[in-house]
């Protein structure tokens, strides 16, 4: 017997009863960045693996030990994207979009790939929705950016569910100083760390702030903290962000232990947490990455960006019983016919009602059937109304318009009246 195929671990099907939850959210966030000025731009899942390892860099979980590598048949080293951002830079400096020191506010939504451990809202393919802006190094677009998320929490109804994180990695040279003072003080407490903190110590010593480890989170506690080694410049910038958020009344917490280990990250970094998802409660995060246009090669370009995580934001809305139920949207109008001369008006028919009522959602019999299987399948459907084309109403010119919710009459309707007759009904719903 043959094995049944199965999809691959962590690589989620997708089903009809989920993707209304999809595309309320899509939309809703395509929506907004539309009405901020962002621009989609598409990208390619397939890269040359060497653009991950420049942009995300070497000593990170994502290039060591996450990504989908392969050869392929011309021998190139490609794989399969693990995040947007190093894409989009590729992007816009092969078609010189941000030459002149133009300014680009751009979105991408798609699929991302990396070889996790697969559990609730971590999975080996996800979907991010995620903004990169280029050439504006002030903190005005960083609380845009902020206040572009705050806004669609408050659309989605999350507003309660999510907290601000924030904090600031200064510039790559407070950075370099802070790192040096990080790793003297965890070198003499190199025993009481874990295994993976061990081995950051010399790949990439920021990241172990961020250790779920209870031995090297204690150890942290009285460790220097990153404020304290932050030039006047980037501590500008950050107070520049946080009278914006306060302006509008943007509730934060500072975390000093939110970082990005790579030089090419420069003063702000934020987190979006909820409590309500367990252990992978991070749906969105960002920060600005000022060095990394010229890690590709590029001229210095400011860049700032974030990317949400769609299976875990549908995930939440779904918790909390914030997924609109009119999504799951009936139809309104089931066509049953009965006879092959019937069944060829009804199609003619049922076409001039979707030209006349423009989003009438008419579901037509497929299949023929008796009265009273078509008349269930109706029902089943979910219309609001029955249309009945027998021989008797072809030679009348009329249809039987049965109402499937209340308890009205069947009406006859002549089929030019139809169309007015539908909408008025439907309006009045
Ligand atoms: P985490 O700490 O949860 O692993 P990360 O720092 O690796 O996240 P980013 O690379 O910043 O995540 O990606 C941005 C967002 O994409 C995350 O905040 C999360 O919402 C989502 N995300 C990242 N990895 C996954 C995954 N494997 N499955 C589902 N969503 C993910
Ligand atoms: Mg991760």
Redesign the pocket.
């Known amino acids: 017997m043959s094995k049944t195929l199965q999809a691959i671990r962590g690589m989620n099907d997708i089903l009809p009863e989920q993707t209304p939850a999809w595309r309320y959210l899509e939309n809703t966030v395509a929506d907004l960045l539309d009405s901020y000025g962002y621009k989609e731009i598409r990208l390619p899942i397939l890269e040359f693996t060497e653009l991950f390892a420049r942009g995300i860099g070497e000593g990170t979980d994502?290039v060591d030990k996450e990504m989908y590598t392969f050869l392929d048949r011309n021998e190139e080293s490609l794989t399969m994207r693990p995040?947007g951002t190093a894409g989009c830079v590729r992007a816009v400096l092969e078609h010189g979009l941000t030459g002149g020191g133009q300014v680009q506010k751009l979105w991408y939504a798609g699929p991302m790939f990396?070889y996790?451990k697969p559990q609730k809202?971590?999975?080996?393919q996800?979907h991010?929705m995620g903004v990169e802006v280029f050439n504006l190094p002030g903190p005005d677009i960083d609380a845009e950016l902020i206040v572009l998320t705050w806004r669609l929490w408050k659309k989605l109804g999350l507003a309660d569910a999510v907290t601000l994180q924030l904090n600031s990695l200064g510039s790559s040279e407070a950075r370099a100083r802070y790192r040096d003072a990080l790793v003297a003080y965890l070198q003499d407490r190199y025993d009481l760390l874990d295994e993976d903190s061990q081995r950051r110590l010399t790949t990439n010593p920021l990241r172990i702030l961020d250790s779920k480890d209870g031995g090297t989170q204690a150890v942290l506690v009285d460790a220097p903290t990153l404020h304290d080694y932050l030039d006047e410049e980037s501590l500008a910038h950050f107070e520049g962000l946080k009278a914006r958020l306060d302006a509008v009344g943007i509730r934060y917490e500072i975390n000093q232990k939110l970082v990005r280990g790579l030089d090419y990250y420069s003063r702000t970094v934020f987190?979006w947490v909820t409590d309500k998802l367990g252990s992978?409660g991070?749906?969105?995060?960002g920060g600005r990455y000022d060095g990394l246009v010229t890690q590709f090669g590029g001229k210095p370009t400011p860049g700032v960006g974030y990317?949400?995580?769609v299976?875990?934001l549908v995930l939440l809305l779904e918790t909390l019983g914030l997924v609109p139920d009119e999504l799951n949207s009936p139809a309104d109008v089931y066509i049953c016919a009965f006879g092959e001369a019937a069944e060829l008006a009804a199609l003619g028919l049922s076409e001039q009602l979707r030209d006349a009522v423009p989003g009438l959602r008419l579901l037509v019999n497929a299949g023929a059937g008796s009265f009273k299987s078509q008349f269930k399948k109706a029902d089943k459907s979910g219309a609001r109304y029955a249309l009945i084309l027998g021989d008797d109403e072809l030679a009348k010119r009329v249809v039987g318009c049965k109402p499937l919710r209340d308890d009205s009459e069947q009406q006859n309707i002549a089929w030019d009246a139809l169309a007015e007759h539908l909408a008025a009904c439907l309006k009045r719903a």
């Open positions: 994502v995040e990396r996790e809202g971590r999975y080996r996800f991010q987190e992978q991070t749906v969105c995060a990317a949400m995580g299976e875990r």
